[in-house]
């Protein structure tokens, strides 16, 4: 005879509450990911999420990055596990950020562009190298692509160990980089010079060109070749 609870002495479950603890896969849920604090599929505490079910009277959830329920996740590969490639779609040359860890392995790694922070519209440029954190300050939320850097060999070097009593020199740079705040339109071209970090400019595009191409000009005349110069 079945009790009010819902037969044979076992509590009364509903069909959403069998679903839900079958797709969070309970028996696999460590602490925090039982205690609906993080990513049932990564174990992320940090990334945006949301709720995928209850299991136990606790909501559980799952980063929003993640388009599949937990059991439709292949198995990671030897690079996967190894940190060397993305946990989400095995690429080894993006910017990446710790997705979460596996016991026995360590951490695991996944596209900084797969798991977006809530502040950014879109995903990052091309030439971006940053990883953006959910946490960065407002100053902080910009696109940079690497630095390219150029000794200047006839400038003298700059001593940034004055008053310390141990000299500590440092050359003289053009160093060129692409920045863009996360809601500007377009980069702009950030000239900048390692020995005088009190020094830079910032050139749009259009700017950048023309600088670009007055100074092909003016490499072209010192070398006696005539006729314009176009990059």
């Given at each position: 005879?079945q ?18 603890a ?17 990513c049932?599929?990564c174990?992320s505490?940090?990334?945006p999420?949301?709720?995928i079910g ?9 980063c929003?990055s ?17 940190g ?5 779609c095995?690429?080894t ?6 997705s979460?860890?596996v ?5 695991v ?13 879109e995903p ?5 190298k940053?990883?953006h ?21 006839t400038m003298g070097?700059?001593?940034f160990?004055?008053g310390?009593?141990?000299?500590s020199w ?6 060129v980089?692409?920045?863009q705040?996360?809601?500007?339109v377009?980069?702009r ?5 390692a020995?005088?970090?009190?020094w ?6 259009d ?15 010192a ?9």
């Amino acid at each position: 005879m079945q009790d009010a609870k819902g037969g044979n002495g076992a509590a009364a479950t509903t069909p959403q509450d069998r679903v839900d603890a079958e797709t969070a896969r309970p028996s696999q849920l460590d602490e925090a990911q039982a205690d609906g604090l993080a990513c049932t599929i990564c174990g992320s505490e940090m990334n945006p999420m949301k709720p995928i079910g209850t299991h136990l009277g606790v909501q559980l959830f799952m980063c929003i990055s993640h388009d599949n329920p937990p059991e439709s996740v292949e198995p990671l590969t030897a690079d996967q596990l190894a940190g060397r490639a993305c946990v989400t779609c095995g690429a080894t040359d993006r910017p990446m950020r710790v997705s979460g860890e596996v016991p026995g392995h360590g951490d695991v790694y996944e596209c900084a562009e797969h798991s977006m922070p809530y502040w950014l519209p879109e995903p990052c440029p091309a030439w971006c190298k940053d990883i953006h954190e959910r946490s960065d300050e407002e100053s902080d939320r910009l696109h940079t692509s690497p630095w390219q850097i150029i000794p200047v060999t006839t400038m003298g070097m700059e001593n940034f160990g004055r008053g310390s009593g141990t000299p500590s020199w440092v050359a003289h740079t053009a160093e060129v980089s692409l920045q863009q705040g996360y809601r500007e339109v377009e980069p702009r071209v950030l000239q900048h010079d390692a020995a005088n970090d009190r020094w830079h400019a910032y050139f749009t595009l259009d700017e950048a060109e023309e600088h670009a191409k007055n100074i092909l000009s003016l490499v072209a005349q010192a070398r006696g070749q005539a006729g314009d110069v176009s990059i």
